[in-house]
């Protein structure tokens, strides 16, 4: 095919870009914000009842096979929404986010070790205090680790978006396409994965930061 | 059979595992290597079939050097049986057992065939050869981990903390097995434990280590019992050397004495006429011991009331007489045992049906060492 | 909805080369073939990679770094640095598969009780019999787990083809989309098209998971698939890498 690499195209399109990067973020890290949110009581529920997590697994299961193509375009139809709208996007992404995350934090709280939740009681703590100060730092690791792949995956996922019409990054890579321009699709896909590769670090960070019992660990064995 | 000439195994970050090992393991005999963690026996073990090769020196099986041998083919003539079993948890019990047959060129037929053979040999229901691993108990498994070892008849089989994962009820009846199946097979056995009572137990010799990887003794086990080398092999042998020595004496040489007997159902003033010493051991049909009774509780009874079961007393452990060839029956430790846990001082003796032969005294057992020690049967 | 539905039963859209049939036939196929060469580089490396112990960076950084990778960027770029056809399309979608086989593969072989292995050896196996016989058969849970979620995610991922001209599923998305909103074949066809992706990736799913179950050795039958592979790497389950598309 006819494959320009217009170099300067880069230096002439710097808000472009920026609005496209800006415009990204919106439609790829709210959703994950929300779906942690929702995905934490939802993922008690299903910790402490096992009616809960006999519905709530094989949903989360369900949801998550769906292709997002699918998704995004099913979402006007269940919403009202018009084709291009962020929503179409993030609606999406929220839902897989939960369906990750729910497993994530089921999981985490169930693995607590049943001596510690015992001392825990024998303390005098209260449910609700227990909770905040001993089951969820426990589960931090485990949920952090969902965090970041719902996060990375997020940011791929957007892109998809272009393919109807809705913006980010993924629309460079489209209208790139469509006019031969090599420099503005790698400009787009570097952008998309080297924000990635940092949220993805920097979540890392923070997680290890926040949970110093994890690092002494590691400090201490071979 | 095996010898290691001043065989070292020293590792990059500096640990000596193995410290100029120099023994030779003589051919039809249950050598033990024991001692505690960190010194050396495992990773000498593992020398012998190539497992880990030796930083230095050499080990000769059957005179040839073992380098020169291609491992896998090598330990295809080497029986090897691990700790938790290892068996292959994809396949049935009994295609486990045929794996080195298999692998040596025999037909499936024949593989399997000889797989039956040895289930039966180690114990197990032949059924089992159907059945997954999985489905096996530790104990089962670890039968089925010796009889895939023993599958190809290797004249050498290494066997590493075979028994240290089971209970030890389960251990007993397994080492109670390896010590028939020896004796059927006559194989030349190199057992690695950190348990000092299973070395004695199971070993012809018994090579103690030390933490560092050097040999400290290399002897019988009744040798290491009574004369052991220095403070290390003495404090590692434990407590009541002296007691567990009279294991491996026999006491063919102590008189067994006359024992007041009473069949059930006697009447009580019977009883109390054939009382001696106060006591006499209540029998049944057979003459087989139930319990003694004695003078006291004789006393409340009604002359003409029968004995019941309420005027017994248990205890004593039995000496017998003829002690099979399995146990440490037959032994001075036994006989003592019997007179020292006897509620009336006297042991009972009994004979290979279990019906009382006599009575034995302490004294007499303890005339029996002093006879032994004379006669230079005791290591001096 | 009616619309839609009414599309989507529409007897003339379940005939001929463009018809619904004949696109999942299609879809399934660059599945299939995606799939196979994927497994065919992925098994292997991965066997080796874990029965050896060297190169495990590879596994961890792929995994990472492909999941952050734009899947649409990586196919359009391809297919504009060479030609419209298949080649560059599997190309992209074998990229993408290999992450969740190698780590399955890789996964399941470390997951071998090591004294297993080691009395393999001790019995006198050669390393390439224990790989063979000994570890990939008990390894086979967790890189059916990998296959498993390899597929989904060429499923997934294969909508995209329509894109760049190609056929399968998201045909229908793409075609709608161009038709236009106020057109019968647009968001209805769209919509419609949305639906079968979806049935099909979950029929799939669930193909799958009866495959998984029948296919490995009764012996091993009592093991927890997924939940040892995130025990194993720290990642949340459901699948082996994440969603990618």
């Known amino acids: 095919m006819n494959v320009d690499w217009p170099w300067p195209w880069l230096g002439r399109n710097l808000d472009k870009i920026a609005e496209a990067t800006g415009e990204h973020l919106f439609l790829a890290l709210l959703p994950v914000l929300v779906g942690l949110v929702v995905s934490l009581p939802l993922g008690w529920a299903a910790s402490r009842w096992p009616a809960v997590r006999l519905v709530l697994v094989p949903l989360a299961g369900v949801l998550y096979t769906i292709p997002s193509l699918a998704l995004i375009t099913l979402v006007p139809l269940i919403m009202g929404t018009k084709i291009i709208d962020p929503l179409n996007v993030q609606v999406p992404l929220a839902i897989y986010t939960i369906a990750l995350l729910v497993r994530s934090v089921t999981d985490a709280l169930l693995a607590v070790p049943g001596d510690v939740l015992a001392a825990a009681n024998a303390v005098g703590f209260r449910p609700t205090k227990r909770f905040v100060a001993v089951e969820l730092p426990l589960a931090i690791p485990v949920i952090v680790a969902g965090l970041r792949v719902a996060t990375v995956s997020a940011m791929s996922l957007t892109s998809v978006g272009a393919l109807i019409g809705i913006g980010g990054l993924g629309s460079l890579i489209t209208e790139g396409f469509k006019r031969n321009n090599a420099v503005e699709m790698v400009v787009a896909i570097a952008l998309i994965l080297v924000i990635a590769l940092v949220i993805d670090a920097l979540l890392l960070f923070v997680g290890r930061m926040i949970t110093p019992w994890t690092r002494a660990r590691q400090g201490a064995s071979k | 059979m095996i010898e290691f000439q001043a065989v070292t195994k020293k590792y990059p970050d500096g640990t000596v595992a193995v410290d100029s090992l120099d023994l030779a393991v003589e051919a039809g005999q249950i050598t033990v290597f024991v001692g505690p963690s960190g010194c050396g026996k495992t990773t000498s073990l593992r020398m012998i079939n190539r497992m880990i090769d030796p930083t230095s020196g050499t080990i000769l099986l059957d005179g040839k050097d073992i380098r020169e041998s291609d491992p896998p083919l090598l330990r295809r003539g080497i029986g090897y049986v691990i700790q938790h079993a290892g068996l292959f948890p994809h396949r049935t019990v009994l295609d486990n057992v045929a794996t080195v047959p298999l692998l040596i060129g025999k037909s499936r037929r024949e593989a399997r065939a000889r797989a039956t053979e040895l289930l039966e040999l180690v114990g197990l229901p032949v059924e089992f050869g159907k059945r997954y691993p999985a489905q096996l108990s530790g104990g089962q498994q670890q039968r089925v981990g010796v009889a895939r070892a023993l599958a190809a008849d290797p004249p050498v089989l290494l066997m590493d903390e075979p028994f240290s994962a089971v209970d030890p009820i389960v251990r007993d009846d397994l080492q109670q097995q390896l010590l028939r199946l020896q004796s059927e097979l006559d194989k030349t056995i190199v057992f690695v434990t950190h348990d000092i009572d299973e070395a004695i137990k199971l070993g012809d010799r018994v090579a103690v280590f030390r933490v560092g990887g050097r040999l400290a003794q290399f002897a019988t086990p009744s040798e290491l019992l009574a004369k052991p080398a220095d403070d290390f092999v003495s404090s590692f042998v434990g407590r009541d050397r002296g007691y567990r020595a009279l294991g491996f004496l026999t006491a063919s040489g102590v008189p067994i004495g006359p024992l007041a007997t009473v069949r059930t159902g006697t009447s009580a003033g019977a009883a109390r006429a054939a009382l001696s010493g106060g006591w006499a051991v209540v029998v049944d049909e057979s003459n087989r011991p139930l319990g003694w009774v004695s003078a006291d509780q004789l006393s409340s009874v009604d002359t003409a009331d029968t004995l019941g079961a309420g005027q017994l007393v248990s205890g004593g452990s039995l000496y017998e007489v003829d002690g099979d060839s399995s146990g440490t029956a037959g032994s001075l430790r036994n006989a003592l045992d019997s007179a020292l846990s006897s509620p009336a001082g006297l042991g009972i003796a009994v004979d290979g049906a279990g019906a009382v032969a006599g009575g034995v005294q302490a004294d007499a057992v303890l005339a029996a060492l002093a006879e032994a020690r004379r006669s230079g049967q005791v290591p001096a | ?245």
């Open chain 3, 1 to 245: 909805m009616n619309s839609a539905l009414s599309w989507l039963f529409d007897g003339d859209h379940w005939s001929g080369p463009t018809g619904i049939p004949a696109r999942i036939l299609e879809h399934l196929g660059y599945t299939a073939l995606t799939v196979l060469i994927a497994a065919v580089i992925a098994v292997p490396l991965g066997a080796i990679i874990g029965h050896t112990g060297r190169g495990t960076f590879l596994v961890a950084g792929l995994s990472n770094g492909l999941r952050a990778l734009p899947e649409l960027g990586l196919l359009t770029l391809l297919v504009l640095l060479t030609y419209v056809g298949l080649l560059p399309v599997v190309i992209s979608l074998v990229v993408l598969a290999l992450p969740p086989i190698l780590a399955g593969t890789y996964a399941g072989i470390r997951n071998v009780d090591p004294s297993v292995v080691d009395a393999a050896r001790g019995m006198g196996m050669r390393e390439s019999s224990i790989l063979t016989q000994v570890e990939l058969p008990n390894a086979l849970p967790l890189i059916l787990g990998g296959l498993r979620a390899a597929t989904l995610q060429v499923i997934a991922t294969a909508t995209i083809a329509a894109y760049v001209s190609l056929g399968g599923l998201g045909r229908f998305v793409i075609d709608g989309n161009n038709a236009g909103a106020g057109s019968p074949n647009g968001y209805p066809q769209m919509a419609a098209g949305a639906i079968v992706i979806a049935v099909l990736a979950l029929v799939v799913e669930g193909v799958l998971e009866i495959v998984q179950r029948v296919a490995v050795s009764p012996g091993l039958r009592n093991v927890a698939t997924r939940k040892r592979t995130a025990r194993i790497w720290r990642k949340p389950t459901p699948d082996l890498v994440g969603k990618s598309t």
